[in-house]
């Protein structure tokens, strides 16, 4: 079973929209088993979206159209559709009678164009728009792909889609099996590193399929299983995950698409009420405001400081000015100082600290140098050290990371990766 | 002139993450006036990818693919473009250098597949990535469409797009006449605004063009003149901009694709020697961290503080402990209790601090209410009222921004605009 997603919309073509309703689509159709292969993207224009339609007839089982249902003069989806398919249109009555009540509520004009909306293949089935006026339509061809017409406003697709278009297409192509999805996030290892580490796993695997994606500064692994039921698929996502987790588990921080380090983090100081101060000399700030981006944070988070130049460090964060002049900025011992000053002024239970070499050259170190201070509860005063590259974003955004994940690894007492 | 693009990645194709990479090269094409009438998605697959390229051939003078550049098995654009083509692949020497550099400094080893993402079509040019090691490539085709192969990683694919492509393309495809843009930037206003005062300008003017764009928290204004020579292009841009300043000058800040608030302040502090430090409640570092992703910044930046709680403030920005008992940590006392406390504390020239409710509610105030202090110089300090919008993050971005943009003003004696 193979589907194929047309866009239609000049202004996609243009670049002035983002396309969020085929990604949409196309995860409905996942979950339902149907393969998506090709989706095109076609302007508001009759021949060019009748070549898309001949081509996709030629490749799919089924035809899903998105776009030009509306009322405008360039909105002509489904005429064209109509055309293509030589099938009649005809009013929804429902439909047609929610376009001319409103009409008359608001009293305002109506237009011919406005009836339109309600049509829909003839020899099909309508599709209920709960948030607009443009009716859907599923057409089961006898000589051809299926088609299905999808309207544009995301809002209106959404409903649609769920509450009517899906039991449809169950209904049509109802299969037996069950496709899950689990997300594995890893950070401190390369996408290339990781598929390399996976590669015979990642060839040799079928179901669940193994999928690497490169995410800023992090890696995700998606593994799909499909299975008869959803224990069974889930007992094998268990079973590709251990073996996955022997070789690479080291880096492995969380589950789901909708995590990141900074998330479970928060998540780990709020449960366990543990308080956290930051000095941060080359990160300027970027430690604390990305933890402050979780709501909530501010019951464990009193504040910090910044410091960027020597002064600032030495009253600000009381690094005793003997520590910078003998050891240097980018030093084990400025670093350790600096979390040890800031966390002794704001009595917290962690403070952590970033100095080094952000871009360019400092003290004889080459960019992309870090020292990362961490006092933790009674312990004593660690710092570690890190060689990133030379991008002095990508320098300060890594070493930021690399600060969440310590503290966590910290707090959840597990071994904390290769250095330098 | 006709272009396609191919974005290649079966993530696309599954829904799992959404195509923002187009949209960016159509708007690109849209203003190099090449039109693209259809676009399609196809997943990392050789015999589909090259059954799209076959159909791409048949109807555009240009190919763009973008994704499947990477080092994992399964980017296999330009593989397969190249024996599409019957094109060899050859190593771009400096490209291939990085990686090896890369690999050296950070000791981790190295595969051949992270080579693979040095080569590029060898009858064609290489394209750099400032991002990372995909290069991009691009080949004149004397005996069909011209193919042009960008990387999928959004923060890879637009620097070499905006850098290193459009230069390549503009001189390719140029039009006989001498077409020149230029951008304006506005802060403070709008998308829907800012075209609502222009509309009859950007409606009757078709030489040059007026477009507006929206940005994160800004507005640009891309005027394009096509004339037959540069004096005359420059000359008809300098009268849509006079007539455009008039209008919303009071919001403009700078010029220029490649420009933003704090790189124009940034160098206003760097030019003139003044020294600026910050304390921050809401935006937790935020302004800061922002302040320090421009190079040199260092000479007139010391440091400051971020006081997420009531303790810090006093603590770190010698806020007296009853300002914050009778006014409240939203107030316009404590801000500027905060700027004039990091002021003393650090002897900087200019003293900013942000505080405020980002979500949720505070003090009996609503989600959006910030208020920044200023000390500038010996002047008397002061405080300015904003009400933002209910997003967490977009008010702290916004607040950081309208701090950069009101010191900007302050340095320059401009008005500034309207608050609350």
Not at 239 to 257: N, S, T
Not at 339 to 368: D, M, P, Q, W, Y
Request: charged share 20%.
């Amino acid at each position: 079973m193979q589907a194929e997603i047309i866009a239609v919309g000049t202004e996609l073509l243009l670049g002035q929209i983002i396309d969020t309703n085929s990604p949409k689509v196309a995860q409905k159709l996942a979950e339902l088993d149907i393969n998506v292969f090709y989706q095109t993207t076609v302007g508001d224009n009759e021949p060019r979206l009748i070549d898309a339609l001949q081509i996709a007839s030629e490749r799919a089982d089924l035809i899903i159209t998105i776009g030009g249902l509306g009322p405008t003069v360039d909105d002509l989806t489904k005429q064209t559709v109509a055309k293509f398919l030589k099938q009649e249109l005809a009013a929804d009555e429902q439909a047609l009678k929610k376009i001319i009540d409103y009409h008359d509520t608001t009293s305002k004009p109506m237009s011919e164009n406005n009836k339109l909306q309600a049509l829909y293949l003839a020899a099909g089935q309508s599709l209920k728009n709960d948030n607009g006026f443009a009716v859907g339509s599923f057409y089961k061809n006898p000589n051809g792909p299926d088609v299905l017409l999808l309207p544009g406003p995301p809002w209106e697709l959404e409903p649609m889609l769920t509450n009517y278009t899906v039991p449809v297409l169950q209904k049509e192509y109802k299969n037996t099996g069950m496709l899950i999805s689990r997300v594995l996030r890893f950070f401190g290892i390369g996408e290339s590193r990781l598929a390399t580490k996976l590669a015979d796993l990642i060839d040799e695997q079928s179901n669940p399929t193994i999928a690497p994606y490169a995410k800023k500064h992090e890696v995700t692994l998606r593994l799909t299983a499909q299975a008869d039921n959803r224990e069974s698929a889930i007992k094998m996502l268990d079973l590709a995950e251990d073996k996955i987790m022997e070789r690479v588990g080291i880096y492995f921080y969380g589950y789901g698409d909708d995590n990141s380090l900074v998330k479970c983090l928060a998540n780990l100081l709020i449960g366990q009420q543990l308080t956290i101060s930051a000095a941060e000399s080359l990160t300027a700030g970027l430690f604390q405001s990305t933890l402050a981006t979780f709501p909530g944070i501010s019951t464990v988070f009193p504040g910090g400081v910044v410091t960027y130049n020597p002064t600032a460090k030495n009253k600000l964060a009381k690094v005793p000015v003997d520590v910078i002049d003998t050891y240097g900025v980018v030093s084990r011992e400025t670093a350790i100082e600096m979390a040890k000053g800031i966390k002794e002024r704001l009595s917290t239970n962690i403070a952590i600290s970033f100095t080094g070499v952000a871009s360019g050259e400092l003290e004889g170190h080459k960019a992309g140098m870090v020292w990362i201070g961490l006092a933790y509860e009674d312990q004593p005063v660690e710092a570690y050290l890190y060689q990133f590259g030379q991008d002095r974003q990508k320098n300060r955004e890594r070493a930021v990371l690399t600060g969440l994940d310590l503290i966590r690894r910290k707090i959840l007492n597990q071994t904390i990766p290769e250095q330098i």
